[in-house]
């Protein structure tokens, strides 16, 4: 007999919607299944305990709209129990953070030290919140990613449809996304773009934390930059990540000898305490703009996202020789 804190979900069968058409197996689980650890997804994949039309599959397999996905009982911990929204962070997302919406999509200012989704020890995420504060958009889905210390706009597709085809833009490099950072130091005029492979670095402390790679290792990685202003020992730049390798711009930046401004990973931690000491504790990295084809009018769409006062403040903080 199952203890109240462990209850287990009857077998069920799931028929693919259209909106659910394309997608994978086991990413179809992962949304379905709210709480189940991925470790368990894929288990249950592997031993052909979930079955499509009767037949077992693979966690890669495409789902087709009409599709019987078959889905056995599934033992939840109570832990797992979705974490409600916060009275703030609801009217947030109600409020002035939704920067455009229409019937496909959504663009959000994320705040800084808000996660994008939930996990590794991250409560509640700018995804699962929405779902709480939306709870008629059944279909919901991150676009893209920002690092939880990053600000600015976010893409939300509202279905699968949506979802593939603001991807395949940024697979193909035609969404632009423009970025700004305070980094320390004097950045030259000639330093227009950084070409060079990110990968992996290696953590004692296991946490994620990447490198610019040796000679022919690592994914390739190209930024584009430009000068917006510079402010004694300081420079404001703007940032085009071309291709979108996990802490890219702050990686680049950081190799070239121009660390972002409170970034707990690859800053200077001197004058990441000097700032936080001036009542400025974030890093200062936000998504400015973001340009994609809009999935229900094929035109080309820019938004912005406003910056917050302490942008204006950093300009009011001497660095001095830190």
């Not at 632009?176 to 492979?197: C, F, M, R, T």
Request: proline share 5%; with cysteine.
């Amino acid at each position: 007999m199952s203890s109240p804190s462990t209850p287990v979900v009857a077998v069920s069968y799931l028929e693919i919607t259209a909106n659910a058409a394309g997608q994978r197996l086991d990413n179809y689980l992962l949304g379905q299944l709210k709480g189940a650890p991925k470790t368990l997804i894929y288990r249950i994949i592997r031993k052909g305990e979930v079955r499509i039309n009767k037949k077992r599959a693979k966690a890669d397999t495409r789902l087709k709209a009409g599709d019987c996905v078959r889905v056995p009982p599934i033992r939840l911990a109570e832990k797992a129990s979705v974490t409600p929204v916060g009275k703030g962070l609801r009217e947030l997302l109600e409020g002035e953070a939704l920067l455009f919406e229409n019937e496909q999509v959504m663009v959000f200012n994320k705040p800084a030290g808000l996660a994008v989704h939930g996990g590794s020890g991250v409560r509640i995420g700018l995804i699962e919140a929405l779902r709480q504060v939306r709870p008629e958009l059944t279909s919901l889905e991150l676009v893209h990613r920002l690092d939880k210390d990053t600000s600015g706009c976010i893409l939300l597709a509202k279905s699968r449809q949506a979802l593939n085809f603001l991807q395949d833009q940024l697979r193909e490099k035609s969404m632009g996304k423009y970025y700004q950072a305070w980094v320390l130091g004097d950045w030259p005029s000639s330093l227009v773009e950084i070409n060079a492979p990110i990968d992996r670095a290696s953590s004692p402390s296991g946490e994620r934390r990447m490198k610019v790679a040796e000679f022919n290792q690592g994914k390739a990685s190209l930024t584009r930059f430009k000068i917006i202003k510079k402010q004694q020992g300081l420079t404001l730049i703007e940032a085009e990540p071309v291709t979108g390798r996990t802490h890219q711009i702050r990686i680049h930046a950081t190799s070239a000898g121009f660390p972002l401004i409170g970034d707990p990973k690859y800053g200077k931690d001197a004058i990441n305490e000097h700032f936080r000491r001036a009542g400025i504790p974030r890093m200062f990295l936000h998504a400015r703009r973001l340009e994609f084809l809009d999935p229900v009018t094929q035109q080309r769409i820019s938004i912005e996202a406003p910056l917050e006062e302490s942008w204006q403040k950093v300009e009011q903080v001497k660095v001095g020789k830190l």
